[in-house]
């Protein structure tokens, strides 16, 4: 992509409102743009980040053998009748009537509408064990929206909903989800703890959560010093983090620290909750069972703000390369009146194109500052800089954003440098 052919509208000043330094380089760097409270506007650059989040998710998902589906936003409010959450779900959930006076929720999360996808096409053991999943924009009515994109009324969940037979299979399949969860989170390249938690209106015997640590996290979090044992101290009978740091580990191993996180994730072992309540069934030596569920929940837009959360500094962003917008950032200095420096950075931004390289190139008749500043906010992992010198002899200077690390390299060696 080019400069020149984008939308590129970075601002000068941080945003003061902004309280959240994610936030404050979302704005920024022009990647989200609010409509009202906690709803927001993707932009070119924002989009892009998010797809990238997605994709990781979405093939992690598919090895793990997930089926992905598209379920309706708008939801009937009898279901939620039959599994007794419109009473029990509280102000998030937002209703409406359509012209014939029915009610609906916009869907805050699926699970009644996949039961009731389950009762349709799981009629036998054969159709079991089964996960479902969608990537698909999810509504809450939040108390407090802020932080952005971190806790937005309107924002994108990957959420997953799995089917088995009994209690040891549903037990496997939330084993293998942990699994593909760790690997979704590994491969984005994020320093996450797995913990324990509070399964709260979703329901169910036993959940667990994954918390991108950060100082900025809403959420506290309690490890043992001597075991694995880690928990959400929502969990926890104590509640003020000052007497809990130091407290004897409830598992009788160590004492606990404290850390901050960002929930990113959280898993669930459903047992027969909505089954129960809404009449999943299959038949198992001739008498009906009930389908035990699980249901796997990601923050797919919360990602995007997390990772900034933890990838940061004075200049802007580093992204994960993962999750990178672009590979890399050519940056063209005084090329005015340059003709052959700009055939030698147009040549080295096609070549890189044909070699499937994601490269931005800045051909902006602007100086070289304002370059480098908007390349440093956008968190591109490398920058390629071309002048009058590197150009008269064939050359490209490589900077390493995360260190500013430096290295000339021939023209001829940059695609070999990037495939490798
Ligand atoms: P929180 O405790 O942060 O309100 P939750 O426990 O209500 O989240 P879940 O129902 O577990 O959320 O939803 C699955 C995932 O969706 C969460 O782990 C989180 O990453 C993401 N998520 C939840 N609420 C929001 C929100 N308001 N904005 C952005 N992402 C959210
Ligand atoms: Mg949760």
């Given at each position: 992509m080019k400069a020149s052919l984008y939308h590129f509208k970075t601002l000068r000043d941080t945003p003061s409102d902004a309280e959240l330094i994610s936030h404050k380089l979302m704005i920024k760097a022009n990647m989200i743009k609010p409509i009202a409270s906690g709803i927001y506007t993707w932009l070119p650059l924002g989009t892009l980040i998010l797809k990238k989040v997605e994709n990781i998710i979405r093939e992690e998902l598919n090895r793990g053998n997930c089926l992905e589906i598209i379920m309706p936003l708008v939801q009937p409010k009898d279901l939620w009748d039959q599994s007794g959450r419109s009473k029990e779900y509280g102000p998030e959930l937002l209703g409406f009537k359509d012209r014939n006076k029915r009610d609906f929720y916009l869907g805050p999360t699926h699970e009644e509408i996949i039961t009731e996808i389950a009762k349709k096409e799981i009629s036998s053991l054969k159709d079991l064990p089964?996960?479902?999943?969608?990537?698909?924009?999810?509504?809450?009515?939040?108390?407090?929206?802020?932080?952005?994109?971190?806790?937005?009324?309107?924002?994108?969940?990957?959420?997953?909903?799995?089917?088995?037979?009994?209690?040891?299979?549903?037990?496997?399949?939330?084993?293998?989800?942990?699994?593909?969860?760790?690997?979704?989170?590994?491969?984005?390249?994020?320093?996450?703890?797995?913990?324990?938690?509070?399964?709260?209106?979703?329901?169910?015997?036993?959940?667990?959560?994954?918390?991108?640590?950060?100082?900025?996290?809403?959420?506290?979090?309690?490890?043992?010093?001597?075991?694995?044992?880690?928990?959400?101290?929502?969990?926890?009978?104590?509640?003020?983090?000052?007497?809990?740091?130091?407290?004897?580990?409830?598992?009788?191993?160590?004492?606990?620290?404290?850390?901050?996180?960002?929930?990113?994730?959280?898993?669930?072992?459903?047992?027969?909750?909505?089954?129960?309540?809404?009449?999943l069934?299959?038949?198992?030596?001739?008498?009906?069972?009930?389908?035990?569920?699980?249901?796997?929940?990601?923050?797919?837009?919360?990602?995007?703000?997390?990772?900034?959360e933890q990838n940061f500094d004075d200049d802007g962003i580093l992204f994960p390369e993962s999750i990178s917008p672009f590979q890399c950032y050519i940056i063209l200095i005084n090329q005015r009146d340059n003709p052959q420096l700009n055939s030698e950075a147009e040549k080295l931004y096609l070549e890189l194109k044909k070699n499937d390289i994601e490269v931005f190139f800045d051909d902006r008749d602007l100086n070289p500052g304002v370059k480098f500043r908007?390349?440093?906010?956008?968190?591109?992992?490398?920058?390629?800089?071309?002048?009058?010198?590197?150009?008269?002899?064939?050359?490209?200077?490589?900077?390493?954003?995360?260190?500013?690390?430096?290295?000339?390299?021939?023209?001829?060696?940059?695609?070999?440098?990037?495939?490798?």
């Amino acid at each position: 992509m080019k400069a020149s052919l984008y939308h590129f509208k970075t601002l000068r000043d941080t945003p003061s409102d902004a309280e959240l330094i994610s936030h404050k380089l979302m704005i920024k760097a022009n990647m989200i743009k609010p409509i009202a409270s906690g709803i927001y506007t993707w932009l070119p650059l924002g989009t892009l980040i998010l797809k990238k989040v997605e994709n990781i998710i979405r093939e992690e998902l598919n090895r793990g053998n997930c089926l992905e589906i598209i379920m309706p936003l708008v939801q009937p409010k009898d279901l939620w009748d039959q599994s007794g959450r419109s009473k029990e779900y509280g102000p998030e959930l937002l209703g409406f009537k359509d012209r014939n006076k029915r009610d609906f929720y916009l869907g805050p999360t699926h699970e009644e509408i996949i039961t009731e996808i389950a009762k349709k096409e799981i009629s036998s053991l054969k159709d079991l064990p089964k996960i479902f999943y969608q990537i698909k924009d999810k509504f809450r009515d939040e108390i407090r929206p802020r932080f952005g994109v971190m806790r937005a009324r309107e924002f994108l969940m990957k959420d997953a909903y799995s089917f088995d037979i009994d209690e040891i299979s549903m037990h496997e399949t939330y084993s293998n989800m942990k699994n593909v969860y760790k690997n979704i989170f590994d491969r984005i390249g994020l320093d996450y703890r797995i913990v324990s938690a509070d399964s709260g209106s979703i329901g169910g015997d036993k959940s667990e959560e994954f918390h991108v640590l950060a100082d900025s996290g809403e959420d506290t979090l309690a490890f043992s010093n001597k075991s694995d044992f880690a928990i959400n101290i929502e969990l926890l009978d104590e509640k003020d983090p000052k007497k809990i740091s130091g407290m004897p580990s409830p598992d009788g191993n160590g004492n606990l620290n404290l850390k901050k996180g960002i929930e990113v994730g959280h898993i669930f072992q459903l047992g027969t909750k909505y089954s129960k309540s809404m009449g999943l069934t299959v038949q198992k030596d001739n008498v009906l069972q009930e389908i035990f569920m699980g249901c796997y929940g990601i923050g797919v837009s919360r990602i995007v703000a997390a990772a900034i959360e933890q990838n940061f500094d004075d200049d802007g962003i580093l992204f994960p390369e993962s999750i990178s917008p672009f590979q890399c950032y050519i940056i063209l200095i005084n090329q005015r009146d340059n003709p052959q420096l700009n055939s030698e950075a147009e040549k080295l931004y096609l070549e890189l194109k044909k070699n499937d390289i994601e490269v931005f190139f800045d051909d902006r008749d602007l100086n070289p500052g304002v370059k480098f500043r908007d390349a440093n906010l956008m968190g591109v992992p490398y920058q390629l800089v071309m002048g009058e010198k590197t150009a008269d002899n064939q050359t490209v200077e490589l900077i390493k954003r995360i260190d500013q690390q430096k290295e000339v390299l021939k023209l001829n060696e940059i695609i070999n440098k990037f495939k490798s």
